[in-house]
DNA sequence: CGTGAAACATTAGCGGC
DNA sequence: GCCGCTAATGTTTCACG
């Protein structure tokens, strides 16, 4: 669940890995000075350990005709619960609004927040004709939904799946 | 550089590689009802028009001491050009700052946005006292940062590289 | 689009440092 | 403990039908 003990080959393997998913077994031990067994070995600890979670294809979302990156604060009513003490509710707002999101396609992130502002979530829509379908038909008809406001990318300066590795 | 035209096979290809980017062509001919040659076929010209851009794999932050996702927009100081038109200049605080951006590993995603603030930074570290470090000597010593706005992620919701394929 | 064959990659077992 | 060899098995890739 938690940190996991990481020499220097295995920073290297996973810069490597980070940076270019499908190179093959041989071609990363060559880069880290290993045998293939070794180095494949290190691999398959990093995936069962859960430090590589996923290997993914990145799409250009222009290419595909997703011309519009926005983000969006969305603040949910005060839900007065009162009366049951501390526990979590099993339909407060929060919990209706995660499941809702999770199925909306435009949204591929959201985050619960500290400030004022409860969630913040990234929208990849086609245009603004797409972008405001959605807030109508889609995220301002949601019941938790108190207000939001919406702020859209002019230019990606830096973008990367990539974390630094300490 | 613009859209590409795909068809339902390419889409469903697409979709296979955004979930998992290291099944072998052999196992996506199969789910696509194709033998591994036309698929093969597919997915390199899927590769050279761009619609792919990269393979990666995808780590856990928490597992390599990550623990901390913030949201920090930053407002730049009002350049008062003045004299040269509408030129573009070499050295506005804008490219200046963006070029500093590029190169803080902390930063893994920075946008110029509409709205009040200029931009949206998301930040991987390891903790608030490593944030606050970046803060003080990094984010807010550069010259061209006027004002920030930080917020921390309580909770991944929803979270995916994933597009979605319309 | 599919077949087949050569080139290449993966992976488990075993011995050595 | 971690490395590297070997050898069987599986995969990619391309010329050709």
Redesign the interface.
Known sequence: ????E?DKTDRKI?EI??????LSNQDIAERVSLSPSPCLRRIKRLEE??????????????????GL?A?VNVRLEKHSEGSSGGRLPAHSPRTDF?QA??TW???????????E?D??LRV?V?DMDHFSRFMMATLLRHPAVLDV?S????????????????
């Open positions: 669940m938690s940190k996991i990481l996973l890995l980070q940076s270019d998913g499908r350990a859960g430090v590589i979670r996923q290997y993914v294809a990145l799409l250009d979302p222009d290419k595909i005709g997703l990156l983000y995660a999101v999770s396609p435009e949204v591929v992130a959201c985050y619960a927040m500290t400030g502002m969630f913040l990849h086609e406001k702020s859209f990318a002019l230019q990606r300066i830096k973008e990367t799946t990539a974390l630094p590795l300490v």
